[in-house]
Each structure stands twice: as structure tokens, then as C-alpha cells.
């Protein structure tokens, strides 16, 4: 990328200074100042600064993180660019254990005395927490890994492809949506760089190069006879690749009565699509309240796994570490100790993988030095294991940690969060098409939408972008007004089939919220199409 | 030290200014110094003091803006960040938006800080939360909490001599208390800018005596009931509504401000006539600045007045289109209420549901403003103005502007949230499932 091609599209206004959380991800940059990345033997002589510093104050265990974090915006509104923003931050976290006790310190100013004297200051947090804590912090052993790496495996980087060409793409995309009745488009890509040096008193020193991208458009759809309005949103995930997730292959759309996107991203026929389908909503009936048979698209079903899945197997929760922010969980420890609490019916098998290929929490490592896998967590219905890192994993049993600590930036304390959460494919071939077949009165969800659950996760409700009633087999047309409410238990109980792998795919967030003072961090949920019988829908049309 | 006088960050924002060769030049200086601790299990789990300073630079020639941001504030480094905002101004596109710059305007003396607030050191936070854990150690409850303290302060001058400052301090709490059976639950949350206000251990009694009251809830069945809303489910459940007095959302037909056919809301009974929403930065319990990102003096603002609109906010781009005066939102916002405790409201009411909080609240039509969630930490049945017992929480799915047309009485606002909020017993409001969850 030319230093000229980011002057010119980085200067499109204070709009990029209004983009939403700009200021949590950093400062703007020139991203050529960032892309070249810290020498990783500066890196071990920094961390062996940290390690020793904290030691000879007292510590027992000691790790640090050196983080250099790009984000870059590109946001446009119908004919405008709203903003352009290349953001840094750069700087290190140490993390210690003494007397029993976690202490932490980060600092910005990346120099030998700055981190020696931060590791000293984590050291005395420990120490000063040790005298109000109750049992000491167990750590589950990890071996030193030496000297490794690991990098998303991205073939174009998307700090490198110029700004110009994603700010045109936009524009076409919004001029798409406008040429098909839209009457509002905004539309933005976002993509995201963690470069990551790790070291711990283990022997590990970890350089990672992590990359994620996430397009996303919402287009709306006025009439302003009726005063009513409608909206679409994109149907592309946020993945864990480079730049060719824009670069749209035939094999990889999924056609139907709306086309959705599996490996790549076409957005310029998604708006089109989503476009006719704001206009269509705008006319659309209103859902009858009842039961209906529910079958739910790899598009909408990831959040549905995320909330009701993901969630409440993050053993953090389970023990009450989330109780005043993010609540509690329902898969207590006698349920998972009876090994036969029956979470989902026997075709409901769900894992959790750090390590699938495309997907947001994808890293070799995890934010504590463990090296990354795929496990468990609900095996033919029963619940089989939780989320665990280090300092919980002897709590279940486990000898080692199942490597999902992160942390959103260097200045932030890692903590467990959650990897990879998704539903396995069904075994036996099975299309769309065969599913909605056998659905008598149905209910046909792609997108997803808005979304709430307790804090406990028994009792949840979720919207989606597009309905389509089915009736004897037959897709009857589109619906409004649809949200459906259920237990969690009863609902994964009430899985009656999952298509094939060839209907799997990822949907994702980059934005999971967590913990105090919150964090956000980025994860997919895989799934093909999965049927529910008779879940409850409400119809959620109101006057004011 | 992050926090610089009026007078520091005046000097350092002329000194910018006048490194700048642009036809206009807009700075903004801002810094935070500050501190938390995280606890759960009766027990801290993490702790951390955090100290940032950012100056940021916005250098228009014509209409064609560049931006630059930096941490650093030796003379080369503030230099540079000019300079660059300057080369991104000339290679940008004009915004068909740019708005001329404000010349210098007049503006209140705020009274958002407070010196002992910002003196908190992470001894007295270590204090305040200890007071907590003595309410659920002694009780054998478990608490789970977060106490965080910070000062900031704000800045920004343009070349056409507009200056404002403001420095402010905050300090929250929140806790949530469980019994050892995990069958009840309570919480407190509160903010103020004056430390002297914040007692945690009082704050942590009210949560822990929820948690003990909360256990062996009961089932009733999901509808409509009188609910009281303590003034955090109100301010939960509000928050949402106060963002949508957007006067260019409105008329561009995509708010529940819009109106039928075209235009907006403005000036339509939209509300019960016992409902008044104003703003006012220079309220006591609850100040706030006293200018806003554009320079723009805040004042007290009604937005609603006897149920009927009487305000939209206008960006001063939005505000030029439709030749009216620009008119910012302000962070406190304050409904009227009466003189009444929650407690009276409970002993009016014959059957009801009292609230503690909402949880988990999203939007589900934006249309209709309609939001779904959930009642959490302490919800309880009403019978014959007095509370009978725990009940389990409820779904609830309802549009704040159809809540704020069931209003039956209002009680004494109370800072939180937010805003200055009264507890509220409105009729019809709808529960739609039930959940399990403690």
C-alpha cells in the first residue's frame, strides 16, 4: 500500500474520529509505521526483563504480553464516506502470581526500566489482593514451548489492499442498494491485526500474527405512505482470514431462496438481495402467535449457539466469577458430575475448537501459553465438559487448561473466554430443501437479529432478518413481526434434524462482552441448518 | 499526571494551535487517571489503576478536513500531529457536511468535580469494597462486585477562538449478593461525582437483604400487570427511548419519532401528561458538562413537557438544513417525579410486581421502539400495598413509549443510570414468559 493511498482516504473528515469505540481500539495511525512488527529478539529480551523483574520481587509464576493491536475502519453512508481510521496500540501486560495471588500492571512505554518497573508494580498488586483472598490460585502445569510461532493463515492482508479499493467497493455497494429501492445503506469493513508476543516463566515465547476482517452492511427501506420502515442487514460473517474472504467464488455461495455465503463474501449481491428483501419485508404479513416447527439457518443459528451454548459452559460463569456483570450459568457442577444431564437430544453434539481453520478465535496459542485444541462440550445430548483455563482446570478434573484465556489488549488482564463453539453437521445426507419437506407448520429464519437471554441462559428470545412461513412442505412466504422464545434446555431437546456437512458454515461476532471493566473479543459458531419442533413464536408488532 | 488544569490545558492547546497553517484548525485535549477492583466469591479477583492522556487535531482547508491523534506532548511531537493533520486535509475530498467552526461561545462553570473523589488512592478502594464483604461474609452470602473511580478532564479550542474545559469526577459501585444455595439473588448499582455520597456498605445491606428475600421465588403466570419500577428498571429501560430524540433520524422516516406520511413527532402528545423529561447540566445530583463535542453550549433542555414533545436534538449540520437552532443532547436527563418513596408506591397498590432491575435489554422493533428482557435480582408480588413474596423473574416484552402512556404515579427521581429517575407504577405492562433463572 502507498503512503499517498492512505493520506488521501484517511482524511475524509472527523467522520472517522466518530466511528462507534474508535478510542478503545487505539490511536490513528499511518498503518506503514505498523505493519513491519517489533523484532521478536528485542521481544524475548523485553519479556526476559518482565520475567526476571517479577521473580526477584517474589513471584512464583510470571507472564507477559507484548501486544501491537491494528484496526482499520472504512465506513460510507449512501454516496459518502464517513470515516477512514487506522488505529495502534501498542504496549505490554504482565501478569504475576505471588503470595497465592494474581497481580497485574501494563504500561505503553515499551522500554527495559518501563516493563521492569510494571512486572515490580504487578508484583505488590499480588501482594497487597493476597491479604483479602481466600484460597491461593492453582495453576494447571504447562510445559515450555520454547521459541514458536503462529500465524492466520490469510493469503492478502487487508491492511495492505489499498483504502481506495475498499472505500469503491462500498460506495458500489451502496449505490447497488440505492439503485434497488434502498432508501438508507450504510455499509464498512473492519479489519483487525493482533500481533502478539507471549512469554511466560514456563519457557514459552510465542510470536502470533493474528488476523480477522468483517464486512457489513444495513440497508433500510422506507414507505413513507404506511410511516413504516424495514431494515436488512448483511448476511457476511466476520472471519479470521485476509482480504480474499472479499473475493467472492461460486463454490462458495449456498443458493436458495436467498443466496448465503460460505468461505467468501459477495457483498454486492448480498445488498441487492438485501434490498429487495427490506421492500418485500415492508409488505410482509404478520406471523400468527403459536408453535412452529423452526428451521434456522447457519446465519441465524450461530447466535443462538453463542448465547445458549457458548455461554453457559464458560466455566468462569459456572463458579460465579461473571455473577455481577454477565450472570451466572444453569450447567452447574452436579450436572455436568452426574455425566448424564441430558443438555440437547442425541443428535446434538457440540465442540469447542481453537483451532478450526477461517474461524475468529482461531490462534495457535492462547493468551496464557497453552497451545490451542478441539474438545467436547456436548456429546450425543450430554453434557461432557466446560471452558477451562489454567487456574480452573484442576476444579473439573483436568490436568491441563483447554486454552481459551485471551485478552483484548495488551493493557487488559487475560481471563477465560470463549473459543470456537459449534454445532456438529448431522451424519447422514440432508439438504435444505429435504428438511423443509417435512415440515408441516413452519418457519423458515436467515440472519440474525435481535437477541436476549437470562442470566442463567434457561430463557432466551431471538429475532432474525428474514422469515419465510412453510406450510406443508412448501415455503408460503415471507413473515413479520417473528421472535421466538424458549428454554434452552427444552429447545436443544427439541432438535429433530441438522443437514449434511455441505450445508456448514461459520457465523460470528467480533464483539463478545465480558467481564469488569468489559472486554470484547472475537469468536465463530459453525452449523448447518438445524430443525426445532414446536418452539414458541410470539408476534411482536405493536402501536405507539 | 493525566489530569492538567484549565490553564495547562489551555497552554498546551495554543501552543498546537498555533504550529497550524490551515484555514481552520479544531483541538481536542482529554485525559483520565483512575483505578478498579473486581471482586467475586467474597474475594478480589482483579485490581488495576489506569493513568491515559490523548490530544487530537482536526485541520480543515475549504471544506476538506484531516484528523490526527497522538500521545505525546514534547513541541516535535505536537508539531507532527498538526502536520499531518494538514496532509491529510489537502489530499481529503471536501464533506459535503463541513460545518464552519464556532467562534468563541460562553459557558457555564460546571460542577462535575470533586476533590475527594479524586483523591481516591487504591487504599480507600480496597476500604470501600472490604465494607462490602463484611455485609455477605457475615451473613454467609456470597457478593460479587466492581468499584471504580475516575478523573477527567476535557478540552478543545479552535483558530476562531473557541475555548472550553471541564474536569469531572465519578465514582461507581455495583454489587450483586447471593445466598450459598444459589436460590436468591440481589443487586445495587449507584454513581456519583462526590465520594462523601457512596456508601457501600448500606448499598451492599439493601443487596444482601434482596438476596435473602429473592430465595424460594414463585411461579405465576406470564401477562399484564402493575409494575413498579425501582429507578434503575425504570433508567434500564429508558436509556433506550432517550437516544431516539434524534430530530434527523426522525425526519428521515427511520425513528419512532417519525410521523405517518412525513415529518416528525415533534409536538404530539406522545406521552401520559405526569410525564416531564428534561436536561439540565447544572443539576446537582447528577451535573455534567456544560458544552459538547462541537463547542455547543448545553443547557437545560425539556423534551417533554405534560406527555407532549417539545424538543428534538439537532446536530448544528441537521439544524442549518432545516433552518432551527442546533440543540445538543445532554448524558442528564432527569424525568419529574412526585415526593413519594417506593415504599408509598407500594402501599397504593393493590396488585403489582415490584422490579428491582432489567437485564439483557435489546431492541426487537425499531418501529415501535419495542425492547424485550428480563427482570433480574429481586422481583416481587404486590398484594394490598405490601410484598407477599419472591416471585421468578419474567421475559418482558414492551415499548418505553407505550410504558410512559400506563403511568400511574411517579415517585421521588433518584440518581441512576442513566439519569435522575423516579421509581415508577405503570399499568399494562407486559411479561411474556417466564424464566428460571436466579
Known amino acids: ?544 | 499526571m493525566a489530569i492538567l488544569s484549565k490553564e495547562e490545558a489551555q497552554a498546551i492547546l495554543k501552543k498546537v494551535i498555533g504550529y497550524s497553517k490551515a484555514d481552520f484548525c479544531e483541538v481536542g485535549l482529554n485525559g483520565s487517571d483512575g483505578g478498579n477492583i473486581r471482586y467475586a466469591r467474597n474475594a478480589v479477583s482483579t485490581a488495576g489503576q489506569i493513568s491515559t492522556m490523548s490530544l487530537g487535531v482536526s485541520s480543515t482547508f475549504g471544506k476538506k478536513t484531516g484528523s490526527a491523534t497522538i500521545n505525546e506532548f514534547d513541541d516535535a511531537s505536537l508539531q507532527k500531529v498538526v502536520k499531518r493533520a494538514e496532509e491529510l486535509a489537502m489530499l481529503a475530498p471536501e464533506n459535503p457536511e463541513f460545518m464552519p467552526l464556532l467562534g468563541p461561545q460562553t459557558f457555564a462553570e460546571s460542577n462535575t468535580f470533586n476533590a475527594k473523589t479524586a483523591a481516591m488512592t487504591p487504599d480507600t478502594r480496597a476500604e470501600m469494597v472490604g465494607k462490602s464483604l463484611s455485609v455477605s461474609k457475615a451473613a454467609g452470602l456470597d457478593a460479587a462486585g466492581f468499584l471504580e473511580n475516575a478523573t477527567r478532564f476535557n478540552a478543545i479550542m479552535n483558530s476562531k477562538g473557541l475555548f472550553a474545559y471541564n474536569k469531572g469526577t465519578n465514582v461507581s459501585f455495583s454489587v450483586t449478593v447471593r445466598n450459598k444455595q444459589g436460590t436468591g439473588s440481589g443487586y445495587v448499582e449507584q454513581d456519583f461525582n462526590d465520594l462523601d455520597k457512596m456508601d457501600t456498605l448500606a448499598l451492599s445491606k439493601i443487596a444482601a437483604s434482596k438476596a435473602n428475600g429473592s430465595a424460594g421465588a414463585k411461579a405465576i403466570e406470564p401477562g399484564k400487570y402493575t409494575v413498579i419500577l425501582e429507578p434503575l428498571a425504570a433508567s434500564d429501560i429508558l436509556s433506550n427511548m432517550f437516544r431516539g430524540f434524534d430530530a434527523r433520524s426522525a425526519d428521515e422516516g427511520r425513528s419512532f419519532m417519525s410521523k405517518k406520511g412525513g415529518g416528525t413527532r415533534l409536538g404530539e402528545q406522545l406521552f401520559s401528561e405526569n410525564v416531564n423529561i428534561y436536561s439540565d447540566p447544572m443539576n446537582t445530583e447528577i451535573p455534567s458538562a456544560t458544552w459538547n463535542g462541537d463547542g455547543l453550549p448545553v443547557k437545560r433542555t425539556q423534551w417533554v413537557e405534560k406527555g407532549i414533545v417539545k424538543n428534538l436534538s439537532y446536530s448544528r449540520y441537521w439544524a442549518a438544513q432545516k433552518n432551527v437552532e442546533p440543540i445538543p443532547f445532554s448524558r442528564s436527563v432527569i424525568i419529574e417525579g412526585g415526593t413519594q418513596s417506593l415504599e408509598d408506591l407500594i402501599k397504593s397498590t393493590e396488585k403489582g410486581i415490584l422490579v428491582t432491575r432489567f437485564w439483557y435489554i435489546r431492541s426487537v422493533d425499531p418501529q415501535t421502539l419495542l425492547l424485550t428482557g428480563l427482570t433480574r435480582d429481586g422481583t416481587f408480588y404486590i398484594e394490598n400495598g405490601e410484598i407477599k413474596f419472591p416471585i421468578k423473574n419474567f421475559r418482558f416484552n414492551e415499548s418505553p413509549v407505550i410504558m410512559l402512556n400506563n403511568v400511574e404515579a411517579l415517585g421521588k427521581p433518584v440518581r441512576t443510570g442513566s439519569g435522575l429517575i423516579p421509581p415508577m407504577k405503570i399499568r399494562d405492562f407486559t411479561f411474556t414468559s417466564l424464566s428460571d433463572a436466579i
Open chain 1, 1 to 544: 500500500m502507498k503512503r499517498k493511498d492512505f493520506l488521501y482516504l484517511s482524511g475524509m473528515g472527523m467522520g472517522a474520529l466518530l466511528l462507534p469505540n474508535l478510542s478503545a481500539f487505539g490511536t490513528p495511525i499511518d498503518p506503514l509505521q505498523a505493519l513491519d512488527g517489533v523484532d521478536v529478539k528485542i521481544k524475548k529480551e523485553l519479556a526476559d526483563v518482565a520475567l526476571n523483574a517479577a521473580k526477584s520481587k517474589g513471584a512464583t509464576y510470571a507472564d507477559i504480553r507484548i501486544g501491537r493491536y491494528l484496526n482499520q475502519f472504512v465506513a460510507t453512508r449512501e454516496k459518502r464516506v464517513q470515516g477512514v481510521a487506522n488505529t495502534e496500540s501498542y504496549g505490554v501486560g504482565i501478569r504475576v502470581l505471588a503470595n497465592g495471588c494474581w497481580g497485574f500492571a501494563a504500561t505503553n512505554n515499551v522500554t527495559k526500566d518501563a516493563i521492569a518497573k510494571a512486572a515490580e508494580q504487578a508484583v505488590a498488586v499480588a501482594k497487597a489482593n493476597a491479604k483479602i483472598q481466600g484460597e491461593p490460585v492453582q495453576l494447571a502445569p504447562q510445559k515450555g514451548y520454547g521459541e514458536v510461532s503462529w500465524k492466520t493463515p490469510i493469503e492478502i492482508n487487508a491492511f495492505e489492499v489499498p483504502v481506495k479499493e475498499k472505500v469503491d467497493l462500498l460506495l458500489n455497494v451502496n449505490d447497488v442498494a440505492m439503485q434497488n429501492g434502498a432508501n438508507f445503506v450504510n455499509s464498512v469493513i473492519f479489519a483487525v491485526n493482533e500481533q502478539k508476543y507471549f512469554a511466560s516463566t514456563d519457557g514459552s515465547y510465542i510470536d502470533q500474527d493474528v488476523h480477522r476482517i468483517y464486512p457489513t452492511f444495513n440497508v433500510t427501506r422506507i414507505d413513507r405512505e404506511s410511516g413504516k420502515f424495514k431494515t436488512r442487514n448483511s448476511l457476511s460473517s466476520p472471519m479470521g482470514k485476509g482480504y480474499e474472504y472479499m473475493h467472492a467464488r461460486p463454490e462458495d455461495k449456498i443458493t436458495g431462496i436467498v443466496t448465503r455465503y460460505k468461505g467468501r463474501y459477495d457483498m454486492l449481491e448480498d445488498v441487492k438481495e438485501a434490498a429487495r428483501v427490506a421492500t418485500e419485508k415492508v409488505k410482509a404479513k404478520s406471523v400468527e402467535p403459536g408453535k412452529y416447527d423452526l428451521v434456522l439457518d447457519p446465519s441465524h443459528l450461530w447466535l443462538t449457539i453463542h448465547e445458549s451454548v457458548g455461554h453457559p459452559t464458560e466455566l468462569d460463569r459456572v463458579l460465579g466469577y461473571e455473577a455481577n456483570y454477565a450472570g451466572t450459568s444453569f450447567l452447574t457442577l452436579d450436572k455436568w458430575e452426574s455425566k448424564k444431564f441430558k443438555f440437547g437430544s442425541d443428535k446434538v453434539n457440540i465442540v469447542a475448537d481453537k483451532t478450526q481453520v477461517g474461524s475468529l478465535g482461531a490462534v495457535g496459542y492462547d493468551d496464557e501459553g497453552v497451545k490451542c485444541k478441539k474438545w467436547d462440550l456436548i456429546k450425543n445430548g450430554v453434557l461432557t465438559s466446560y471452558q477451562a483455563i489454567r487456574d480452573q482446570a484442576h476444579i473439573i478434573g483436568l490436568t491441563e487448561s483447554n486454552g481459551c484465556c485471551y485478552s483484548q489488549g495488551w493493557d487488559d488482564v487475560q481471563f477465560q473466554r470463549m473459543p470456537n463453539v459449534s454445532l456438529q453437521p448431522g451424519k447422514e445426507k440432508l439438504s435444505v430443501d429435504d428438511m423443509i419437506k417435512n415440515v408441516e407448520k413452519g418457519i423458515y429464519i436467515i440472519g440474525d437479529g435481535s437477541f436476549s437471554i437470562d442470566q442463567q441462559r434457561y430463557n432466551f428470545q431471538f429475532g432474525g432478518q428474514i422469515f419465510y412461513e412453510i406450510k406443508d412442505g412448501k415455503i408460503a412466504g415471507m413473515l413479520n413481526d417473528v421472535a421466538y422464545q424458549a428454554n434452552t434446555q427444552e429447545f436443544w431437546n427439541s432438535c429433530n434434524s441438522i443437514c449434511d456437512e455441505s450445508d456448514y458454515r461459520l457465523g460470528g461476532s467480533f464483539n463478545d462482552g465480558k467481564g469488569q471493566p468489559s472486554q470484547s473479543s472475537a469468536v465463530s459458531h459453525g452449523s448447518a441448518t438445524t430443525r426445532f419442533n414446536g418452539v414458541n413464536v410470539i408476534n411482536t408488532a405493536r402501536k405507539i
